[in-house]
C-alpha cells in the first residue's frame, strides 16, 4: 500500500468553504509538506495544475503554483519521496514536457512519474486561445494516447516521428532519456478515461466512495490484464481527525454547511459543459449532494475519513482489505499537522502496511 499527499500548490487546497480561512499557495508551504511527509514515510506528493480558479468568496483555485517548477523544487529539497507534477495536454507540447520530465527525473535521481490531465475545463485553455473546440471533450483521450505514446518513444529511444491529425513531429530529438520506464498515472473516471488508464498507464486515481471503488478497480485491472498489462488503483480521501469520531464529524459536517456555494457553483457550470458521460464531471454535479464520508463538494467531491485516530486508522485498513487499492492519495485541511499525525499516529496503527 502507498500513501500520498495532494499537494495545495492552488489557493485553499481541497476544501471550498468558508469553514477554513483561505490562503494563498506557496512554494514554503508544499517544501514543508513535502519535508514532513518524507520526514514520516509516505511514498509520493503530486500537485495539480489549474490554470482559471473558480472565485467565490473563498477564490478558490484562483492561485495555482506552477507544477513543474514546483517539483523541481521540492525534488532538490528532498532525498526518497517520489515527486509527481501533471501535465494539461493542452498547454505544453510533448517533446517538451518529455524533456521537463527527463530534467526532473535527474534532479531527482529517478524519482519522478507524471500525472496526465487531459483537461475537462474548457475556460482554463479558451482564455489562452489553447482550446481545441468542443469536440475535444469526446476525443481528449485519442489525444491522450498519441501524447503519451510520443512521450514514450522519446523518453525509450531519444528521437520520435510522428504525424497525425494531432501531431506533427519530424525526427525529433530529446535527450538525455530517463533511461528507465517513468510511472504514469491518470484520473479518468469515464468509461473512456478508464480505457485510457488500463491501455497506458500504470495508476488510475479514483474519486469514488468506498462502495464504489472496489467495482472501478476491478474494472480497471481487468481492463489491463486483458491485453497483458498491470493496472493499479489509487483512491482519494480527504482525511479529518479529532478526539473522537464525533468531533471530527461535527468539523467536517461544519465545513459542508458553511461550504461556498458561488466557487462550487462556478465548478459546477463548468463541469456540465463536458459532454464526456459518466465521469468527473457528473461526480462533481452529484457530490452537491453527497454527505462527508461519500464526498460533498465542500471537499471536492473527495470522500472523508474521519474518526478518532483508532477509527480512521480502522477505516484505512478495511478499504484497503474490502477494494484492493493499491494506494491513497490524501488531502487536509492542516496538511502539515495532518501528516504529521498520520506519520505518528495513524501509519503504527495500520496492518495494510
Ligand atoms: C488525483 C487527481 C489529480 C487531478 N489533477 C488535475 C489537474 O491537475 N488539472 C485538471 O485540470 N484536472 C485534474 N484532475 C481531473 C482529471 O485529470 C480528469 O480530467 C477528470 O477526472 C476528468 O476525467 P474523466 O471525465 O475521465 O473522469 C485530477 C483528478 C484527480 C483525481
Same mark, same amino acid.
Given at each position: 500500500?502507498?500513501?500520498?499527499?495532494?499537494?495545495?500548490?492552488?489557493?485553499?487546497?481541497?476544501?471550498?468553504?468558508?469553514?477554513?480561512?483561505?490562503?494563498?499557495?506557496?512554494?514554503?508551504?508544499?517544501?514543508?509538506?513535502?519535508?514532513?511527509?518524507?520526514?514520516?514515510?509516505?511514498?509520493?506528493?503530486?500537485?495539480?495544475?489549474?490554470?482559471?480558479?473558480?472565485?467565490?468568496?473563498?477564490?478558490?483555485?484562483?492561485?495555482?503554483?506552477?507544477?513543474?517548477?514546483?517539483?523541481?523544487?521540492?525534488?532538490?529539497?528532498?532525498?526518497?519521496?517520489?515527486?509527481?507534477?501533471?501535465?494539461?495536454?493542452?498547454?505544453?507540447?510533448?517533446?517538451?514536457?518529455? !524533456?521537463?520530465?527527463?530534467?526532473?527525473?535527474?534532479?531527482?535521481?529517478?524519482?519522478?512519474?507524471?500525472?496526465?490531465?487531459?483537461?475537462?475545463?474548457?475556460?482554463?485553455?479558451?482564455?489562452?486561445?489553447?482550446?481545441?473546440?468542443?469536440?475535444?471533450?469526446?476525443?481528449?483521450?485519442?489525444?491522450? @494516447?498519441?501524447?503519451?505514446?510520443?512521450?514514450?518513444?522519446?523518453?525509450?529511444?531519444?528521437?520520435?516521428?510522428?504525424?497525425?491529425?494531432?501531431?506533427?513531429?519530424?525526427?525529433?530529438?530529446?535527450?538525455?532519456?530517463?533511461?528507465?520506464?517513468?510511472?504514469?498515472?491518470? @484520473?479518468?473516471?469515464?468509461?473512456?478515461?478508464?480505457?485510457?488508464?488500463?491501455?497506458?498507464?500504470?495508476?488510475?486515481?479514483?474519486?469514488?466512495?468506498?462502495?464504489?471503488?472496489?467495482?472501478?478497480?476491478?474494472?480497471?485491472?481487468?481492463?489491463?490484464?486483458?491485453?497483458?498489462?498491470?493496472?493499479?488503483?489509487?483512491?482519494?480521501?480527504?482525511?479529518?481527525?479529532?478526539?473522537?469520531?464525533?468531533?471530527?464529524?461535527?468539523?467536517?459536517?461544519?465545513?459542508?454547511?458553511?461550504?461556498?456555494?458561488?466557487?462550487?457553483?462556478?465548478?459546477?457550470?463548468?463541469? @456540465?459543459?463536458?459532454?464526456?458521460?459518466?465521469?468527473?464531471?457528473?461526480?462533481?454535479?452529484? @457530490?452537491?449532494?453527497?454527505?462527508?464520508?461519500?464526498?460533498?463538494?465542500?471537499?471536492?467531491?473527495?470522500?472523508?475519513?474521519?474518526?478518532?485516530?483508532?477509527?480512521?486508522?480502522?477505516?484505512?485498513?478495511?478499504?484497503?482489505?474490502?477494494?484492493?487499492?493499491?494506494?491513497?492519495?490524501?488531502?487536509?485541511?492542516?496538511?502539515?499537522?495532518?501528516? !504529521?499525525?498520520?506519520?505518528?499516529?495513524?501509519?503504527?496503527?495500520?496492518?495494510?502496511?
Amino acid at each position: 500500500m502507498k500513501f500520498g499527499v495532494f499537494l495545495p500548490n492552488g489557493s485553499n487546497g481541497y476544501i471550498i468553504s468558508n469553514a477554513v480561512t483561505p490562503y494563498l499557495p506557496t512554494y514554503q508551504h508544499n517544501l514543508e509538506i513535502t519535508v514532513e511527509a518524507e520526514k514520516q514515510g509516505l511514498d509520493f506528493v503530486l500537485s495539480m495544475m489549474k490554470f482559471k480558479g473558480f472565485g467565490g468568496d473563498t477564490g478558490y483555485w484562483d492561485a495555482c503554483l506552477e507544477s513543474f517548477t514546483l517539483m523541481a523544487g521540492l525534488a532538490a529539497n528532498t532525498q526518497s519521496i517520489g515527486i509527481i507534477p501533471t501535465v494539461t495536454l493542452l498547454s505544453q507540447h510533448p517533446a517538451y514536457v518529455a !524533456r521537463m520530465i527527463a530534467t526532473l527525473d535527474d534532479m531527482s535521481g529517478g524519482r519522478c512519474g507524471l500525472n496526465i490531465v487531459t483537461g475537462w475545463n474548457k475556460p482554463e485553455y479558451t482564455q489562452m486561445g489553447l482550446w481545441r473546440g468542443d469536440e475535444y471533450y469526446e476525443r481528449r483521450y485519442e489525444y491522450a @494516447a498519441e501524447y503519451l505514446q510520443i512521450l514514450q518513444e522519446l523518453w525509450r529511444t531519444g528521437e520520435c516521428t510522428h504525424k497525425s491529425e494531432f501531431f506533427d513531429l519530424e525526427e525529433c530529438s530529446c535527450l538525455p532519456t530517463p533511461g528507465r520506464d517513468i510511472p504514469i498515472v491518470s @484520473a479518468g473516471m469515464s468509461p473512456k478515461g478508464v480505457e485510457f488508464v488500463a491501455q497506458h498507464a500504470h495508476q488510475n486515481f479514483v474519486m469514488a466512495h468506498p462502495e464504489k471503488l472496489k467495482d472501478i478497480s476491478d474494472s480497471v485491472k481487468a481492463k489491463g490484464a486483458a491485453i497483458g498489462r498491470e493496472v493499479g488503483t489509487y483512491a482519494l480521501f480527504n482525511i479529518i481527525t479529532a478526539e473522537t469520531d464525533e468531533k471530527a464529524k461535527e468539523i467536517g459536517d461544519d465545513i459542508i454547511q458553511r461550504a461556498d456555494m458561488g466557487a462550487i457553483g462556478n465548478i459546477i457550470n463548468s463541469a @456540465a459543459m463536458d459532454s464526456n458521460e459518466g465521469g468527473t464531471s457528473d461526480h462533481l454535479q452529484e @457530490a452537491m449532494k453527497q454527505d462527508l464520508e461519500v464526498g460533498n463538494m465542500a471537499f471536492m467531491g473527495f470522500p472523508t475519513i474521519y474518526g478518532s485516530y483508532e477509527t480512521v486508522s480502522a477505516k484505512i485498513d478495511e478499504i484497503a482489505e474490502e477494494t484492493g487499492v493499491d494506494g491513497m492519495l490524501f488531502s487536509w485541511a492542516d496538511f502539515v499537522g495532518g501528516i !504529521r499525525d498520520f506519520g505518528e499516529k495513524i501509519k503504527p496503527r495500520l496492518a495494510c502496511l
